[in-house]
């Protein structure tokens, strides 16, 4: 008999020992990452007591894949549209708790006289909060749907971007280990390009692509290639520089732009979670109980550095961000913990072998220790806030919570702001989608045309003709650095305004200019041996031919029309199928007003109500603006509107108003049946005798279905199969019905 490859004995020994666990953190109410994190201790060759798994290689390749599969989950989450419409205040907040904590972890580390490297790494993970344990601790605890519970989780949306770019930054200081200037603005540039060339070129090709294909896509065909497109984003991705972690997280933001997203995120979800359980049980094998009760020190100190530095740091960011305090403490307690991310800069500090082996431990059972406080840290905010509103002057509280009012209500940006960003912005992608194709054509293109075009030792025809093809392949990415935004709103008003605005917006369009004649030039300085002053006059006249060529211009207008489509198609979709958000929901008037969703259970005691019988406005004082329904909207529903179940309320309230909404809706449902046994439906055979009180009777006279709650199905006639039996047509003797009921109303029919 053939041996069982160890492969097989360690993922059944993880899995069966994570199932285990993890049913018994899930009746305890724990976040499932804790019970991954033990079962992996249970079964790692650290605990004696208990199996353990023969081969750790193994083990590490699927963390590796878990981590690249969680990523590229987080990416489809992820939307760079949502990043711009937060404003500045959640930006605010994320980077200020980032640099604040990070030092903290790089002084906590120099105290212990730990090395460099260690303290850096400690420092980024202890600004990571973990986004799966507070959102699990809302859900536990009724508050999601709480005003401060949506400021979090933008906050903690940017703070996964920032960690994703954390890694980059991190690795790129491992491998060189140096933290100068130079190279550290040479790392960010090089993030920022590849992350917008990605971006830019994955948005839209891969939607474009999804499209054309639809209809040749079944569920098992989209989950083939969505799983593919993250696997060759992750290979790409490490042959420039970066982690395949980053790749992953890049396609899954792509992808997160596409009509297919919730889609391709269910289709995903069980394969993230395989291989994401058993990410954590890896992180679990690593705990070595001795080096725990060595550094216990170290272990408290860290936990007491989180809980205090994200209760007081962590407050005082979102009140920099424009919160009340009130607000700035439930979100600062609420991040009082580490998760996913530590480990996933932890791992990278292994695999790279720049960290200690005592400080993966280490980070792991301060993990856990805040992660079991996480629930009592949220709870301790209110109470923390009532003591410190009793011992703080007044003048202060009131100058706080108007400093967070007026915040929220900043002016209207300038003409001027709003059209330099805008042509800032164009300018620096078209640059490097120019730079990026510039540089295909001269890697790949140029060598293929000199072994295509043999001859002459200089290849100046071979140099020739892929100038001309690169000048092509850029001309509409140049017309459009040069003349967007010079027909904007912006633009002519400023020009109408004064004629002082004239001549810096004539500079405007001279720059770019410039730019565009620099990648002329440097193709013509590459690719041949004129002088300068000719190869700019080329630049010049290039340049001029491209703005006024219109076939360039029908050209850029099309591939821009095309992005933005391809960008707006997710927005469009939920806008048709009433998913999308109304407009008005970041401008209610009240701070303590807003919009939350509720959905209707299939057990509730609410469904088959009106909205004027449950009349919500007065028991909880929450109004329904809309109810989502199979994929549509109904905007103010009416009083006669009957609740479904699994309807979607959009509410607005406030906080309190929503917990107890919250706590009714959950309250009332239908009570559990604990007689299912006696209500299984049962087939008999009920033959009308002469005594039968059913004899002359039609089907509606006799009461069977109304009386006896029983249903005639047929009537046997001596044929094949039963006859219909007619709703008109009266019992006779003899008759032999079929006749369907639960076993106590059959019985009751019979001895009828």
Not at 479 to 492: D, G, I, L, P, T
Request: with cysteine.
């Amino acid at each position: 008999m053939a041996e069982l490859p160890t492969l097989i004995e360690d993922l059944a020994l993880i899995l069966i020992v994570a199932g285990i666990v993890t049913l018994i953190f899930k009746r305890l109410k724990q976040p499932l990452v804790l019970g991954y994190i033990v079962a992996g201790f249970l079964v790692s060759p650290n605990m004696p007591y208990t199996a353990s798994v023969a081969d750790m290689g193994n083990v590490h390749l699927w963390a590796d894949i878990g981590v690249m599969f969680t990523l590229f989950s987080l990416g489809l989450d992820f939307s760079f549209k949502k990043i711009l419409r937060m404003g500045a205040s959640p930006i605010i907040s994320t980077c200020t708790i980032i640099f604040c904590m990070s030092m903290l972890g790089v002084c906590v580390g120099q105290a212990f006289h730990w090395s460099r490297m260690d303290c850096i790494f400690l420092g980024g993970m202890l600004a990571m909060s973990s986004t799966t344990i507070i959102y699990k601790a809302f859900d536990d605890l009724g508050l999601r749907q709480q005003q401060f519970a949506g400021l979090v989780m933008s906050v903690l949306i940017l703070e996964d971007i920032l960690a994703i770019v954390m890694m980059v930054m991190l690795s790129a200081v491992a491998s060189g280990n140096d933290l100068e200037g130079g190279q550290m603005l040479e790392s960010v540039i090089r993030i920022v390009f590849f992350l917008i060339l990605w971006l830019v070129v994955g948005i839209f090709a891969v939607p474009l692509f999804l499209r054309s294909a639809r209809k040749l896509i079944n569920s098992e065909v989209l989950l083939v290639v969505s799983l593919g497109l993250c696997c060759a984003m992750a290979v790409f991705s490490t042959k420039v520089g970066f982690s395949s972690a980053f790749g992953a997280f890049i396609m899954g933001s792509i992808l997160a732009e596409t009509v297919e997203a919730e889609r391709i995120e269910k289709l995903v979800e069980p394969v993230k979670n395989l291989f994401g359980a058993i990410f954590f049980v890896s992180v679990g094998m690593l705990v070595d109980p001795k080096i725990l009760v060595e550094y216990a020190l170290p272990i408290l100190l860290l936990v007491l550095t989180i809980l205090v530095g994200q209760a007081v740091l962590g407050t005082f960011s979102f009140i920099l961000g424009g919160e009340s305090l009130k607000s700035a403490m439930r979100c600062g307690f609420s991040m009082a913990q580490i998760g996913e991310f530590s480990f996933i800069i932890a791992s990278l500090g292994l695999s790279l072998g720049v960290i200690s082996d005592f400080l993966y431990p280490v980070v792991v059972a301060v993990s856990v220790i805040t992660t079991f406080l996480t629930p009592y840290m949220i709870r301790m905010a209110t109470p923390a806030y009532n003591r410190l509103e009793r011992h703080l002057p007044k003048k202060v509280i009131l100058s706080l919570n108007h400093l967070s009012v007026s915040h929220q209500t900043s002016q209207q940006q300038s003409n001027w702001k709003r059209l330099l960003t805008q042509m800032a912005v164009n300018t620096v992608v078209y640059s490097i989608l120019s730079s990026a194709s510039i540089a295909v054509m001269f890697t790949f293109v140029l060598p293929f045309m000199r072994k295509l075009l043999p001859g002459w030792e200089l290849h100046w025809y071979a140099n020739a003709i892929t100038g001309i093809l690169t000048v092509l392949l850029i001309a509409p990415f140049l017309r459009a650095m040069v003349m967007k935004k010079n027909k904007s709103e912006e633009f002519k008003a400023l020009w109408a305004e004064s004629n002082r605005n004239r001549v810096p917006l004539l500079f405007t369009i001279l720059v770019r200019v410039m730019i565009a004649v620099t990648f002329i030039f440097y193709i013509c300085n590459y690719l041949t041996r004129f002088t300068n002053a000719l190869m700019i006059s080329i630049g010049v006249v290039v340049v001029v031919a491209i703005v006024f060529s219109r076939w360039i211009k029908h050209r850029s207008i099309t591939l821009e029309r095309l992005f933005i489509q391809n960008l707006r198609s997710r927005d469009i979709e939920a806008q048709v199928h009433g998913k999308k958000r109304p407009l008005y929901e970041g401008r209610l008037l009240d701070r303590d007003i807003h919009i939350a969703e509720f959905e209707v259970p299939s057990d509730s005691l609410w469904m088959g109500q009106t909205l004027k019988q449950l009349n919500f406005g007065q028991k909880y004082g929450v109004h329904v603006s809309s109810i989502l329904r199979g994929g549509h909207r109904v905007n103010i529903p009416d009083g006669d509107y009957i609740i479904f179940p699994h309807d979607v309320l959009q509410a607005i309230g406030s906080d309190a108003q929503f917990t107890a909404f919250r706590e009714a809706l959950e309250k009332e449902r239908i009570s559990e049946d604990n007689e299912m046994e006696k209500r299984e439906m049962r087939l008999r055979q009920l033959v009308i005798g002469s005594g039968s009180p059913f004899i002359g009777k039609t089907l509606i006279e006799s009461g069977i279905r109304d009386i006896y709650s029983c249903m005639v199905v047929g009537l046997e006639e001596g044929k094949e199969s039963l006859s219909t039996y007619r709703p008109n047509r009266r019992f006779e003797e003899g008759d032999i019905i079929w006749v369907v009921g639960e076993l106590e109303a059959l019985d009751a029919l019979v001895n009828a």
